[in-house]
């Protein structure tokens, strides 16, 4: 049977106390004291004898065959490191690359914490840090600030991750009230949920809409209230979420124009400033490009389906990217233009 | 000895149930009916009025049932007289004379009022703010609680 998680948690610490170099022979008032420090809750002397006990029990009691031994004359233990060199509980087979790897997971790990996507979550986490060692040491404290992923704020709605990802794996249908931000409605929907989907920061549920009959996707802002419901559940079968996600930069069609939802191929100007970047990470895995002038200038080609998404890729780029076809859709990039040039003149005053 | 069996499912929720009302600016959302309570969801858009206007619940709202009957000749019939469950709790939405003021035409508000479990049999219900009231009282007419939208909840 696996170890309880705050027994584990106990053993990780007295783990680290018996392969401290520096400190040898921890005492059973260094054990507490680690531990009460650690988990910031008291902890009992029989309960460290227990845990020792537990610990030197082997893989089928729960336990690691830790070799701890007692030495009288320095009231402290030890790990038998004669028999059984550099053994700790840590180690689980893994060589140093190995662990550098976990460590370097973890810490990337570490760093949805804000993110509140549930309790458990962080928990998780604490306790794989807390396993690997990775947050006392000043040394584990650079390697890990050594990695800042872009910051992730708390998004409204993240409290239902847990019930939906668990919906998802017992393949539970679920009740929700949904807002629509563009037509300014609720909706009562039943999903049978197929995945949580990431984009542009936002995560999004996706499954078979009872009340649209199709895969749809909605976003985790505008959910409210999900409830577990019990409904014979829909199957999906592959192909409505490959055709919901491949072909395309985000998620939102242009349905006006494209009523098939079929890729079409987006041609645009590069200029020189920002070709390498382009080049370098590409901005859909369809992009072919060629050298426009010779001058560092190019032509980028992709087949995706057109979405809001990709409008504001190609308008982030400002004067350094041009859409030059299809043209419906210069078109409404060049109304977005003119609009947003509407609204500079009058805020600077030029009308 | 044969034990008559309840068929009825301990919690269901009815999405979208039908109904009648007159303000289109609220949404009748979902009923869900618990162990000792009937939740009903709604949402609420904002922009009739300039700065969005304002919301609140009367405390003294209800819901009135119109508890079907089941006759000696086995045929069915609506009770004239309804009984009436009182308000126990509002999620999101003040209680009157408190007011929950909009900032904007295009904000929005999902709430949930609270009542007793409506009894078993109940076919359709009234939610009342105000007797009589106008289109900007939350009254709600003949909610249905058909028995084939009815879909047993999992804890």
């Keep these: 049977m696996p170890p309880p998680s705050e027994a ?15 400190k040898p022979f921890p005492k059973m008032d260094d054990l507490k ?89 962080n928990q998780a986490i604490d306790k ?10 000043d040394k584990d404290k650079n390697f890990t600030n050594a990695i800042q992923p872009e910051e992730t704020t708390y998004m409204r709605g993240m409290e239902h991750f847990e019930t939906l990802v668990n919906s998802i794996k017992k393949k539970i249908p679920v009740s929700f009230i949904h807002y629509s931000y ?37 976003g985790l802002d505008r959910i409210y209230d999900p409830i577990l419901i019990g409904k014979e559940f829909k199957e999906n079968s592959g192909d409505d979420l490959r055709n919901l996600f491949d072909n395309k930069i985000g998620l939102s069609n242009i349905k006006a124009h494209n009523k098939n939802n079929e890729p079409e191929l987006i041609t645009l100007w590069v200029s020189r400033t920002m070709a390498n970047y382009i080049k370098s990470m590409p901005l859909h895995k369809s992009q072919t490009y060629k050298e426009y002038d010779g001058a560092g200038e190019i032509i980028v080609t992709i087949n995706v389906v057109p979405t809001t998404e990709l409008i504001s890729m190609i308008m982030s780029y400002s004067e350094h990217m041009t859409l030059i076809h299809p043209k419906w859709l210069c078109k409404k990039i060049e109304d977005k233009l003119n609009l947003s040039l509407l609204k500079y003149n009058r805020n600077l005053g030029h009308e | 000895m044969n034990k008559k069996i309840n068929q009825q499912p301990k919690a269901y929720i009815i999405s979208n149930p039908s109904h009648k009302n007159m ?44 508890q079907m009957m089941e006759t000696i000749e086995k045929s069915i019939h609506p009770k004239k007289e309804g009984t009436k469950y009182f308000l126990i709790k509002a999620t999101n939405i003040p209680y009157g004379p408190e007011k929950l003021h909009f900032n904007s035409t295009i904000e929005w508000r999902y709430f949930s009022l609270h009542f007793p479990r409506l009894p078993e049999g109940t076919r359709s219900f009234n939610l009342i703010e105000s007797e009589f009231g106008d289109k900007d009282e939350f009254n709600f007419y003949n909610i249905r609680l058909d028995e084939e939208e009815k879909i047993s909840m999992i804890y």
């Excluded at chain 1, 584990?8 to 520096?22: G, P, Q």
């Excluded at chain 1, 460290?48 to 336990?63: C, L, R, T, Y």
């Excluded at chain 1, 009231?75 to 060199?85: H, I, S, V």
């Design chain 1, 33 to 121: 004291y680690a531990i009460e420090l650690d988990l910031k809750t008291s902890v009992s002397t029989a309960t460290i004898q227990k845990d020792i006990a537990q610990m030197k029990k082997g893989d089928d009691e729960g336990g690691y065959n830790a070799p701890i031994k007692f030495k009288r004359s320095n009231q402290g233990y030890y790990y038998d490191l004669e028999k059984f060199p550099d053994f700790t509980i840590r180690s689980l087979g893994l060589n140093e690359k190995e662990s550098e790897a976990i460590e370097l997971a973890a810490s990337v790990l570490q760093h949805f914490k804000g993110i509140k996507v549930n309790d458990s979550y």
């Design chain 1, 8 to 22: 584990a948690l106990r053993y990780a610490i007295i783990d680290r106390c018996l392969t401290n170099i520096y």
């Design chain 1, 182 to 218: 563009d037509k300014k409605l609720f909706k009562s929907i039943i999903i049978h949920p197929y995945l949580m989907k990431e984009s542009n920061k936002r995560w999004y549920l996706v499954g078979y809409s009872e009340e649209h009959k199709e895969v749809r996707y909605f």
């Design chain 2, 23 to 66: 303000d289109s600016t609220i949404q009748l959302l979902r009923i869900i009916i618990k162990d000792q309570e009937t939740k009903i969801d709604f949402g609420y858009q904002a922009g009739e009025y300039a700065d969005g206007g304002w919301i609140h619940i009367k405390p003294e709202t209800f819901i009135r049932t119109k």
């Design chain 1, 128 to 137: 794989l840090f807390s396993s690997l060692n990775i947050k006392k040491s």
